[in-house]
């Protein structure tokens, strides 16, 4: 097996960070997820252990439920293809619940949403060309180990940010790669 792997473990926890740098005195965040997809669960455990780390509790809605995110400060989603598919009913909710969302596809901020941060597609097919180069020259499948992404990006929505009553503060807009008016 090899290849190249979209998801880290790591990031739902670092775009759990990111929501709470921007809204202050976040204490309840609803997660979206959806029940059906794997790595769901493994974002569950290390959102969980940011969380605690970072004093915010986080309300548990699958994809079904997302009428119960009304004690909610802010909301995480989770990514999927539920919730690409569904992203402007996802913008309705967190836009009439003024609700400060984070996402992990940068489409989401290119829409409306408020942020998002996730792998940087420019650089992974970047190394999924040099994946295949190295097939074509040779190079036997088995041998390549899978690799984790190394590249992500945090893209913040100006606009949606002004519209949830929220200022950027220096710190997510230095690490921002795209910020948009």
């Given at each position: 097996?090899?290849?190249l792997?979209?998801?880290?473990?790591?990031?739902?926890a670092?775009?759990?960070?990111?929501?709470?740098?921007l809204?202050?005195?976040?204490?309840?965040?609803?997660?979206?997820?959806?029940p059906?997809?794997?790595?769901?669960?493994?974002?569950?455990?290390d959102?969980?252990?940011a969380?605690?780390?970072?004093?915010?509790?986080?309300?548990p809605?699958c994809?079904?439920?997302?009428?119960?995110?009304?004690?909610a400060?802010?909301?995480?989603?989770?990514?999927?293809?539920?919730?690409?598919?569904?992203?402007?009913?996802?913008?309705?909710?967190?836009?009439?619940?003024?609700?400060?969302?984070?996402?992990?596809?940068?489409?989401?901020?290119?829409?409306?949403?408020?942020?998002?941060?996730?792998?940087s597609?420019?650089?992974?097919?970047?190394?999924?060309?040099?994946?295949?180069?190295?097939?074509?020259?040779?190079a036997?499948?088995?041998?390549?180990p899978?690799?984790q992404?190394?590249?992500?990006?945090?893209?913040?929505?100006?606009?949606?940010?002004?519209?949830?009553?929220?200022?950027?503060?220096?710190?997510?807009?230095?690490r921002?790669?795209?910020?948009?008016?």
């Amino acid at each position: 097996m090899t290849g190249l792997s979209y998801f880290s473990e790591a990031i739902v926890a670092k775009r759990l960070e990111l929501l709470k740098e921007l809204v202050p005195g976040l204490v309840r965040v609803g997660v979206l997820r959806n029940p059906l997809v794997p790595s769901h669960p493994i974002y569950w455990k290390d959102t969980g252990v940011a969380a605690q780390r970072l004093g915010v509790v986080r309300l548990p809605r699958c994809a079904d439920s997302t009428a119960k995110l009304r004690n909610a400060q802010a909301l995480l989603v989770f990514d999927d293809i539920l919730t690409m598919t569904y992203r402007s009913r996802i913008f309705a909710l967190a836009a009439s619940s003024r609700l400060p969302a984070m996402y992990g596809f940068r489409e989401f901020p290119d829409a409306g949403g408020l942020m998002s941060y996730g792998v940087s597609d420019p650089a992974l097919w970047w190394r999924i060309a040099r994946f295949v180069d190295k097939i074509l020259k040779g190079a036997k499948p088995a041998d390549l180990p899978v690799e984790q992404p190394t590249k992500f990006e945090l893209v913040i929505n100006f606009k949606t940010a002004k519209a949830r009553g929220l200022t950027v503060p220096p710190t997510p807009l230095a690490r921002a790669n795209e910020a948009i008016e």
